[in-house]
Structures are given as C-alpha cells and as structure tokens.
T-cell receptor
Framework: GDSVTQMEGPVTLSEEAFLTINCTYT??????LFWYVQYPGEGLQLLLK?????DKGSNKGFEATYRKETTSFHLEKGSVQVSDSAVYFC????????????FGGGTRVLVKP | GAVVSQHPSWVICKSGTSVKIECRSL??????MFWYRQFPKQSLMLMAT?????????EQGVEKDKFLINHASLTLSTLTVTSAHPEDSSFYIC?????????????FGAGTRLSVL
C-alpha cells in the first residue's frame, strides 16, 4: 500500500536558520502530495500542496517540489522564525482512494530565539 | 476559514465505560468526515470514513463494534469508544471535507486525548 516516510525529529534550529524536512513516498499511480502543520494545541492545517510532478507548492515562506523521479517532496524554508515551531506532516492522497490521506510520522521543529 | 471543533479536548475514564467524542464543522457542511488515531510520536492512522446518513466505512483492523461512528447531520459526527480499556488510550482526531469540495481538502479538529484508567 501507499506510505510516506519523513525524517524523525525533533529538529532544533536557531531563528533565521535554513530548514529542510525530508519526505519520500511510495505509491502506485500519481498521488497528490501535501504538507500539513500542527501548531501547539491546534488542529492540523494544510500548509501547501502539489498535485503533479514538478509542481512547486509554496506558502508562508515554505516550499516543496513534487519530484517524481526521486519520489520526494522535501519541505524547505530559508529563514525560520520562532513562530514556525510546530509538528510538520507530509501526506499523500490518491484519486483512486478517494479522500483518504496517508500521513508520514510527523517531524517536530523547535526554533529557538 | 473553515473551522472544525472537537469536544472534549481531554477525557479520562474508567475501564469498561464508554466515551463519546464529538466533531462539528462550525461554518460549513460536511458530507464526509474522518476519524484518525494518533499514538505518541507516531503518525495519524485513519480509522474510518464517516458519511452523513449512511454507515461509516472502517479501515482494516478497526473494530466497528468498539468504535461506533454516527454522522447524523451535515455538521456533526460522533465517535463512541465502547467499553474502553487502557489500550484504547490515544489521541483521536477528526477531519471534515466541505460538501462539494475535492477529496483532498480536509479541515482538522484539534484532537481529543483519551486516557483510560
């Protein structure tokens, strides 16, 4: 079945550092890919998405490019802020599977001032 | 924006009792809602898909008689953990897809932490 693997955390960074969270997937067909973010005490929120190969999703300074050749969707941000401290989840969905989202294990990011 | 409210946020119960968790879409209608379970430091695992007015679809390995799901209206789905045991202790999260929107659009509740003593 489909699966998503992302780097384990926690990732601890200083403010203004560069952030990369690796995400790779295994799926049949052509999935859509997502990054969700969960701030402390809140529900998951969609951060960005890409629906086909070579698409780049971006939002709030975060970017991720759908790489079919490497089955990856790494999340990057050039300069993190303390407010970016959260848990980040990579996920995919397949049209054939309807609404079902398959999540990676989540990566906790802590940004220190 | 679309808001999903989940209640309660934390519940402690005795072994053998039943617990009901509510998931409400506050500003949109949701034909489809989802229930996930999250173990510590692990990913969200889909338990079931709840469709308004029909029976829920459970994922393989999820006991439907233990985790009762009711989606009686377009804004409310409930998950009842029946005869709860300590192994049912977990973080339960719901999400909702606005009616008519694409399947990948899900808005999540903040989750319910269940502790069974």
């Amino acid at each position: 079945g489909d699966s998503v693997t992302q780097m384990e955390g926690p990732v601890t960074l200083s403010e203004e550092a560069f952030l990369t969270i690796n995400c790779t997937y295994t799926a049949t067909g052509y999935p859509s890919l997502f990054w969700y973010v969960q701030y402390p005490g809140e529900g998951l929120q969609l951060l960005l998405k890409a629906t086909k190969a070579d698409d780049k999703g971006s939002n709030k300074g975060f970017e991720a490019t759908y790489r079919k050749e490497t089955t990856s969707f790494h999340l990057e941000k050039g300069s993190v802020q303390v407010s970016d401290s959260a848990v980040y989840f990579c996920a995919l969905t397949q049209g054939a599977a309807g609404n079902k989202l398959t999540f990676g294990g989540g990566t906790r990011v802590l940004v220190k001032p | 924006g679309a808001v999903v409210s989940q209640h309660p946020s934390w519940v402690i119960c005795k072994s053998g009792t039943s617990v009901k968790i509510e998931c409400r879409s506050l500003d949109f209608q949701a034909t489809t809602m989802f229930w996930y379970r999250q173990f510590p430091k692990q990913s969200l695992m889909l338990m079931a898909t709840s469709n308004e007015g029909s029976k829920a679809t459970y994922e393989q390995g999820v006991e439907k008689d233990k985790f009762l799901i009711n989606h009686a209206s377009l804004t409310l789905s409930t998950l009842t953990v029946t005869s709860a045991h300590p192994e049912d202790s977990s973080f339960y999260i719901c999400s909702a897809t606005p009616t008519g929107q694409g399947g990948h659009i899900q808005y999540f509740g903040a989750g319910t932490r269940l502790s069974v003593l």
